[in-house]
């Protein structure tokens, strides 16, 4: 079976640092990955997705994300927060042919002043 | 498109009643997925569906729940009856087959309160 660990529940940055939020996932075969973000009160919106190919992706707001399957990891990055950035990411695993996915608990993002 | 649209957004009921929540899928996508998100348990997968007919149902709590998807651009949950510990806020999500197929579009949500 499919999961996913987001170490980190809460993390607080500065408007202006760099973020960096954990994922670890658990798959037997080639994983689908995702990043989703929601902000207070609405859905989820998709940030990125990792299929195959170059195991950096670039993914809307400015974020990228990296897999590494020797460490089964596909964390999330952005070099620069803005207030805006302030709400909760969710990594998530999918796989081919499966179209159901598999969500992380989520980390909130705190962004301050 | 208007993305996946769900009602109500919000439902504040009393225990025992009988609540039901919607969703229309986007146009053309053929996945239909309900998941429920609170805090203790984050987002789970309830029920799926391909082609309007539930593929994996593993995910609905007990028997009090039911989903069904009568045409391709209408879903329902529906609790009867409700308890204290349905509250949650209810999403639905839809894709389809094809390229990119994993990449679900997810509603707005539908926040449930029973009192």
């Known amino acids: 079976a499919q999961s996913v660990t987001q170490p980190d529940i809460h993390i607080t940055v500065s408007e202006g640092a760099s973020l960096e939020l954990r994922c670890n996932y658990s798959?037997?075969?080639?994983?689908?990955l995702f990043w989703y973000v929601q902000s207070p009160g609405q859905g989820l919106q998709l940030l990125l997705k990792?299929?195959?190919?170059?195991?950096l992706v670039q993914g809307i707001k400015g974020f990228e994300a990296e897999f590494k399957r020797s460490q089964s990891s596909f964390n999330l990055r952005k070099p620069s927060v803005h207030w805006s950035d302030a709400a909760e990411y969710f990594c998530?695993?999918?796989?081919?042919?499966?179209?159901?996915?598999?969500f992380g608990a989520g980390t909130t993002v705190t962004v301050r002043a | 498109d208007a993305g996946v649209i769900q009602s109500p957004r919000h439902e504040v009921t009393e225990m025992g009643q009988e609540v039901t929540l919607r969703c229309k899928p986007i146009?053309?996508?053929?996945?239909l997925f309900w998941y429920r998100q609170t805090m203790m348990r984050g987002l789970e997968l309830l029920i799926y569906?391909?082609?309007?007919?539930?593929?994996?149902d593993s995910g609905m709590p007990e028997d009090r729940f039911s989903a069904k998807m009568p045409n391709a651009s209408f879903s329902t949950l529906k609790i009867q009856p409700s308890e204290p510990r349905d509250s949650a806020v209810y999403f639905c999500?839809?894709?389809?087959?094809?390229?990119?197929?994993?990449?679900?579009?997810f509603g707005a949500g539908s926040r449930l309160t029973v009192l």
């Open positions: 990792y299929f195959s190919g170059d195991t």
């Open positions: 998530a695993v999918g796989a081919l042919n499966d179209y159901k996915l598999s």
């Open positions: 146009s053309g996508h053929d996945y």
């Open positions: 569906f391909n082609n309007n007919v539930p593929i994996d």
């Open positions: 798959y037997g075969a080639t994983p689908y």
């Open positions: 999500a839809s894709t389809r087959t094809g390229a990119g197929a994993n990449v679900l579009t």
